[in-house]
């Protein structure tokens, strides 16, 4: 239940999303159509090309448009595209199990809880081994919860490629880069479905996930907290769905922010493309 790197906010009511599995955006400026048209038109989301254009929360939900997939599925590629956004509009890092229980939660309110199996294993970071929470659908894995992932959205919305150190520098200064996991030749994805989404520049490695459920070594920095931890991640994953409350509420309260504004995602369901139509032109 840890957390790094994150502002505190209020507690957030159910929030329907508009559109055909799109996130929740302002009706001020462009359409739900406009944008929907905008994100159809970049390239593939597992392209660095694609998270230069887009915001990764787009490039999240935008592997529903770019492969066939069930209603069920494209709803976790949608709710996942929330998390990311407020993963980067918070800055925080460490928060795997808050942001697996948040979309667990959201599957099961939206109707889509069959098949949603949540996991506590490892990730290797920097050659480090941490506890890692994730979900896994119908055996596909869906991980959201990179790190770093606010700097790489603050440098794509400045047009800064964040592969390009120099550029980097001078945008945000080396405490920033610094305090921000700044990470230029390697990072790991975002793996929605099996499907990887870079999170780097366009020169950035996109590496292999790192997830396992394998303890690390004894010599690997950080094992032992993190087979500690990861029991407890076990534990908190495997209690039963009214003990929720109480597991939340023991989280610090920029955690339980995310968990909330995630759990809280509630979709606007469109099931045939006459019917999407009418509610893209419709929301404006």
Known sequence: MSGRR??????HPPRVVPSAFGFG?????PTLEQIEAEIRSAPPSTSPASTSRLSLADATWKVSLDNPLPVRDRAACAIAAEAV???????LDGASLAVTLGIREAMIANGFGDSVRAVAGYVSIGGEGRAHAWLEIDGRVLDVAGEGLALCEAARRLGVDYSDVQDMRSAFGPDA???????????????VLNHAVPTG??????????????????????AEEAAAMSLGYARILSEPRDALGRTVGEMPGEVADVFHRVASTRLDLVVDER??????????
């Open 177 to 191: 880069l610094r305090f921000g996991g700044y990470t230029p030749d390697a990072r790991r994805p975002l793996t």
């Open 25 to 29: 955006r302002s009706n001020q400026g």
């Open 201 to 222: 520049g366009v020169r950035t490695k996109t590496t292999r996930p790192g997830l396992t459920l394998r303890a690390p070594p004894d010599g690997v920095p950080g």
């Open 275 to 284: 019917q999407r139509a009418a509610r893209l032109a419709g929301a404006q």
């Open 85 to 91: 956004q407020a993963l980067c509009e918070t800055g």
């Open 6 to 11: 994150a502002r505190c906010g209020a507690r």
